[in-house]
């Protein structure tokens, strides 16, 4: 599993005091509210950075961080991505997941028939679309609603679907 958990990207900076704009790739966006530190880069070279102040603005996160102080710095940090340790994460819900831990896992039919692997998850609002790719490169594109997925278990690198008509 991977160390650490992608949760945003800075797209901007925002007012004078060095605070930058951040598009949150979770769930839950009051998670920044308790968070101290971050991890600033990409997936390959991170730098450890601490918060000072957070605060919301239409669906994104405004985040002041310690030792930037003008917009001229927090423009070095913009299309930087924000992680954090998965160590320092409360543990999720019941039949929740981390995207990063379902990308690549292999789609079977109830009937046990493999559909592909699982490449990417889109959010449309109302639900989840997992998109799964088989060996040919066709994709599927799957609701991501109780009766279609009925198991994803991450020990065994799999998940178990329930092809309702008309869906493939």
Do not use: C, W
């Not at 160590?87 to 009937?111: F, K, S």
């Not at 493999?114 to 609002?125: K, V, W």
């Amino acid at each position: 599993m991977t160390k650490y958990l992608e949760i945003g990207q800075i797209v901007n900076t925002f007012g004078i005091k060095g605070m930058v704009k951040v598009n949150p790739f979770t769930d839950n966006i009051r998670r920044f509210d308790r968070l101290k530190k971050v991890y600033i880069g990409s997936v390959k070279e991170k730098k450890k950075i601490e918060i000072e102040e957070v605060k919301y603005h239409k669906n994104m996160v405004l985040i002041k961080f310690k030792d930037i102080n003008n917009p001229d710095e927090a423009n070095l940090l913009r299309n930087k991505y924000l992680f954090v340790d998965r160590e320092d994460e409360e543990p999720l819900e019941e039949g929740t997941y981390y995207i990063v831990d379902m990308l690549g896992l292999d789609v079977y039919t109830d009937e046990n028939e493999l559909l592909g692997t699982l490449d990417d998850i889109y959010n449309t609002g109302s639900n989840d679309i997992y998109v799964v790719k088989n060996e040919l490169g066709k994709q599927i594109l799957l609701p991501a609603i109780k009766d279609v997925i009925k198991e994803v278990n991450l020990e065994e690198k799999k998940i178990i679907v329930h092809l309702i008509p008309g869906l493939i």
